[in-house]
């Protein structure tokens, strides 16, 4: 609480008495801000479209400080976050003069203090109460009385994107007394950190872009979003706009086309300042489909209008330099997520008084009517679209300020992720339109400008190295890439573009990707693979049973009719993954039509987790048409067993060459079984079958069995895992084994086999005319007593190479009577897993032995076993040994520390064969991070993949391993050790 020594006691109890229950103050702010609150200045017109939008925000205010229904809390600080231009700081104003005409937090709050960022961005040095004074009566206080109840207090901090603060002062250095002369910043800071006034409650404003910047100011913050207009706002507010309904119709169906451009206008000044640029369009004769056709091509018409003569006049038009400079100062606007400019950023920009008044003429600029010396767009796009601009009349610039030169190399552009950088995406797309050469010369003669075209040979040079980068592609990075080629509308660039790319990766999750997806892989003629998803918005289109006329006037339908056709127009594509789609039975349709067309040359087709409403006859049928289709993936989807009855029927026919079908999860029972059986003696092609996690119990591998034993039986890999299957389907499964000479991979996993179960399998592998290479026993429930059966086995088997017997209760006992298998001449096992076979540091002394004796063992995983240090040092002895040609090594938490990094520095030294081994889930510290480093820098070791996670280490261990990195540029340091090179455990899902 401040002092109040200024005053007499007597002056004192006047001011009281004067004050009241703050009346005059209400007066006041209701005079200042009704002005503001002009509900034209939020919509436009037409005048009476803003009545319902107001009540729905009038709902959304009165709403925004109650109860928390789940955690029944009252939130102390709401964060109202929005579009530019959507109309925070319009609502915010009406709250202020909602509460001082007793219409809004009567209850709640005594007293509403407003902060505009504009303002506060010009003041200096001052207290707090100064600040919150500026609008208060010169007869009212006084303001001790008031700031004794902060918990009745609101403070709402307008635009806080806006604020030229960095926010960096530690919390403890902050202010607490608000009578205390400070920086504004300083005040801000302590503000809305809660360190003054803790108990008032802030409502503050901002756009999406700075919310990382003011989440970590804030404690238990509730955050509402201002999404603008609906879609069927937007289609009211342009059919009122227009008085002619024709024209409506026109300019509403051209922006709807445009998934993007229709987004735009949920803002409601954007939607005002499109259809005015319309009507004059169209008043012209003007087409306002193909203007409505790109962001850019509207923008560039837009912005081409600012500078279009008026009833005859010549006014000025700027000059190459002036527009350069202004260009110039948007674009470091964008980067740096300014949007209001004062005379000093014009002047160090080199824009003069008169310079601007050209802007300003033009309406390119405006000055800010209420603060001072501030100067904004006309809108946030204007600025991207003249930021954009920047680049292609770049030529020749000469640099005013040294410090910005960072942004004006295009290649960060280029390279900024619109996950990280999303204030950069729209400026990104804008520059990407600006190839376009119509567009170009269009600005050239309105703006009487020269601009510059030698961008894209920039722009496709960074394209080929990203098209050749191992961390491209994600889902993100290719549908922004396809969003800003869209904007080119040049066929010829985009398929320049894409050229170096072979897979792309694409989640269509609203309608506009689809959109630019469609259009943008009919120019990818040299994509391999290409993965899709289809959710959200265009799901419940694409989901409908109507006629395709009736959707969405065909404008859906249209763009999935042009993706599917990638099917065939794509004569190099060959891979194609459809997943995670909830697709209607009329866009499925258009599908298969287009896999059955004569010209896909489609191999590889994985339709994952997708409803199928027709049934799976239409897939059936691609089988039979397509003969080019040999791998078939239908994981997760619910076929059931009459799907799998039709898919039987394809594979016996004699036009089918499908060679690898996956049935994983498909809800298949023990029914389906015998259709399965009949189709593997009818298949001439099948090779590979995956059932796993299916509810085939005993009963339905029984049916299998049957087919599998006999001689006309094709296939040579199976897995069953998680299929229910015990120990009584395993004398049949064995026979079968024996009996079919071509199956060579089988995966037991994750089924309880047991000890007795093992007996059969090992049976099998005795067997002279068993023929299997690769084994997965993972999960199967069998103990040491299995030892024995497996060991015998390995030294009869003469075929088997790999063998995983990860997740069983194997212990120390187990492995030593395997590793007397492993060691002998006769055992030609190359890759062994023993993963979570509870082991620790005393079976390392076989395994050693094993490891020397054993010359065809090239892959070990030991992981998850309790081996710490010792059992390192014991197998480090066999791995620095001449006769070891151990290639992988897997020793992921095995409760390792620093101590067990000089034996394994030695080993890396010394044996040149080994070149993987994964080290994850152990805390090695820094010191043994310091000692693996170096010898990883040594051309000694032959190391191709480390595998640590990085997060895991202290930022001085991190920098070390990026160091290696550097310096050793063969070498792969991976958190995520899935290695489906090495068949480490994924070999049998027939992927």
């Given at each position: ?16 008495t004067?004050q ?121 206080g ?13 403070f ?43 108990e ?72 005002c300042?499109?259809?005015?640029y319309l ?22 018409c ?42 000093e ?6 824009l ?15 000055k ?19 930021a ?13 300020d ?36 119509d ?5 050239e ?114 763009c ?13 594509l ?14 499925m ?33 691609s ?7 040999m ?20 594979l ?22 015998l ?36 001689p ?12 229910g ?30 000890d ?33 059966h ?55 002394l ?5 490891i ?17 240090d010792?059992g ?20 992921e938490?095995?409760g ?96």
């Amino acid at each position: 609480m401040g002092p109040d020594d200024a005053r007499t006691q007597e002056e004192q109890d006047g001011q009281e008495t004067v004050q009241g229950d703050g009346t005059e103050y209400r007066i006041q702010i209701k005079e200042k801000f009704c002005i503001m609150w002009d509900k034209k200045s939020l919509f436009g017109e037409p005048e009476d479209f803003h009545l319902g939008v107001a009540q729905e925000h009038q709902e959304l205010l009165e709403h925004l400080f109650d109860v928390d229904v789940k955690t029944g809390e009252q939130p102390q600080t709401v964060v109202l976050q929005g579009a530019a231009g959507v109309g925070k700081t319009t609502l915010v104003r009406k709250a202020i003069v909602d509460w001082a005409q007793g219409n809004l937090y009567q209850q709640r709050f005594s007293y509403v203090f407003y902060f505009n960022a504009r303002e506060i961005n010009q003041l200096r040095e001052q207290s707090f109460v100064q600040m919150i004074s500026k609008d208060w009566p010169s007869r009212e206080g006084p303001i001790e009385r008031i700031m004794s109840e902060p918990s009745s207090l609101l403070f709402i901090i307008d635009s806080f994107d806006e604020l030229n603060f960095a926010f960096e002062e530690p919390e403890f250095v902050l202010c607490e007394d608000w009578t205390q002369v400070h920086p504004v910043s300083f005040l801000m800071s302590s503000l809305l950190r809660k360190v003054m006034l803790p108990e008032s409650s802030l409502l503050v404003t901002t756009r999406p872009t700075a919310c990382k910047k003011l989440k970590p100011l804030l404690k238990n913050q509730r955050s509402v979003e201002l999404l603008g207009m609906s879609e069927s706002a937007r289609k009211e507010y342009i059919y009122q706009f227009f008085e002619d309904k024709k024209r409506a119709f026109q300019v509403f169906n051209s922006l709807r086309s445009n998934e993007k451009l229709f987004s735009m206008c949920k803002v409601p000044l954007v939607c005002c300042a499109i259809c005015t640029y319309l009507d004059q369009q169209m008043e012209m004769g003007g087409d306002v489909s193909l203007t409505c056709k790109t962001t850019t091509t509207l923008f560039t018409c837009y912005i081409s209008s600012f500078f279009a003569p008026v009833d005859g006049s010549c006014t000025s038009i700027p000059n190459q330099s002036q527009l350069r400079s202004l260009c110039h100062l948007a674009a470091r606007g964008v980067w740096t997520l300014t949007s209001v400019f004062y005379r000093e950023d014009l002047r160090k920009h080199g824009l003069t008084k008169s310079d601007v008044s050209i802007f300003l003429d033009r309406n390119i600029l405006q000055k800010d009517t209420e603060y001072e010396n501030c100067y904004v767009f006309t809108h946030l796009h204007v600025q991207e679209f003249l930021a954009a601009m920047f680049y292609v009349l770049k030529d020749n610039w000469e640099t005013r300020d040294r410090s910005l030169q960072s942004f004006e190399d295009v290649k960060l552009l280029l390279e900024a992720n619109s996950g990280q950088d999303p204030h950069l995406t729209q400026m990104k797309c804008f520059l990407f339109g600006l190839l376009n050469e119509d567009l170009v010369k269009q600005l050239e003669t309105t703006l009487n400008c020269t601009m510059s075209l030698e961008i894209k040979g920039k722009i496709l040079q960074w394209l080929e190295i990203l098209g050749k980068s191992e961390h491209f592609p994600t889902q993100l990075e290719f549908l922004e890439l396809f969003l800003c080629l869209y904007e080119t509308q040049d066929e010829a660039f985009i398929s320049q573009a894409m050229k170096p790319f072979q897979k792309a990766v694409i989640d269509v999750c609203e309608k506009v990707h689809l959109l630019v997806s469609s259009f943008c892989l009919k120019h990818c003629q040299y994509l391999r693979a290409v993965k899709l998803s289809v959710t959200v918005s265009c799901e419940t289109m694409l989901n409908s049973s109507r006629p395709a006329a009736l959707w969405d006037d065909g404008h859906i339908t249209h763009c999935w009719q042009d993706l599917c056709s990638v099917l065939h127009t794509n004569e190099h594509l060959r891979e194609l993954e459809l997943c995670h789609s909830n697709l209607g039975e009329l866009a499925m349709k258009t599908f298969y039509q287009e896999l059955r067309h004569p010209n896909c040359k489609l191999q590889k087709l994985l339709l994952r987790f997708l409803s199928f409403p027709g049934g799976c006859q239409d897939i059936a049928n691609s089988l039979i048409d397509n003969q080019n289709l040999m791998h078939l993936d239908l994981k997760g989807s619910d076929i059931g067993d009459n799907g799998v009855k039709s898919l039987c029927e394809a594979l016996k026919h004699p036009e089918c060459k499908l060679q690898n079908l996956s049935l994983e999860s498909c809800n298949l029972t023990t029914v389906c079984c015998l259709n399965i059986s009949k189709a593997l003696l009818r298949s001439q092609s099948l090779r590979f079958l995956n059932l796993s996690t299916n509810h085939l119990l005993d009963d339905g591998i029984k049916l299998l069995c049957e087919a599998l034993g006999h001689p006309k039986c094709h296939l040579e890999r199976l897995s069953l895992e998680s299929c229910g299957l015990t120990v009584a389907g395993c004398e049949d499964l064995s026979l079968a084994v024996i009996n079919n000479k071509r199956l060579t991979h089988l995966c037991l996993a994750d089924n309880i086999l047991g000890d007795d179960g093992i007996k059969f399998v090992t049976d099998a592998l005795k067997n002279p005319q068993c023929n299997l290479q690769s084994l997965v026993l993972r999960r199967c429930h069998f103990t040491s007593l299995s030892g024995e059966h497996l060991s015998s086995a390995l030294l009869c088997n003469r075929s088997l190479t790999h063998l995983d017997l990860g997740s069983n209760w194997l212990q120390d006992d187990g492995v030593k009577l395997l590793c007397d298998a492993f060691q002998h001449p006769s055992c030609h096992l190359q890759k062994l897993a023993l993963l979570g076979c509870a082991l620790t540091s005393t079976c390392c002394l076989d395994l050693a032995s094993a490891i020397l004796n054993n010359t065809h063992l090239r892959s070990l995983d030991l992981g998850h076993n309790d081996l710490q240090d010792y059992g390192v040092k014991v197998l480090s002895e066999a791995l620095r040994h001449p006769n070891c040609n151990i290639e992988r090594l897997g020793l992921e938490y095995c409760g390792l520390t620093s101590l067990c990094c000089q034996d394994l520095s030695s080993v890396l030294r010394s044996n040149q064969n080994l070149i993987k081994i994964n080290l994850r889930q152990n805390t090695l510290g820094h010191e043994g991070v310091m000692k693996l480093c170096e010898v990883l820098r040594s051309p000694e070791c032959k190391l191709k993949v480390l595998g640590v996670c990085k997060e895991a280490f202290d930022e001085e261990s991190r920098k070390l391993l990026e160091a290696v990195q550097v310096s050793n540029p063969h070498l792969i340091i991976k958190h995520d050790y899935t290695d489906h090179n090495d068949e480490d455990g994924s070999w049998w899902r027939c992927t």
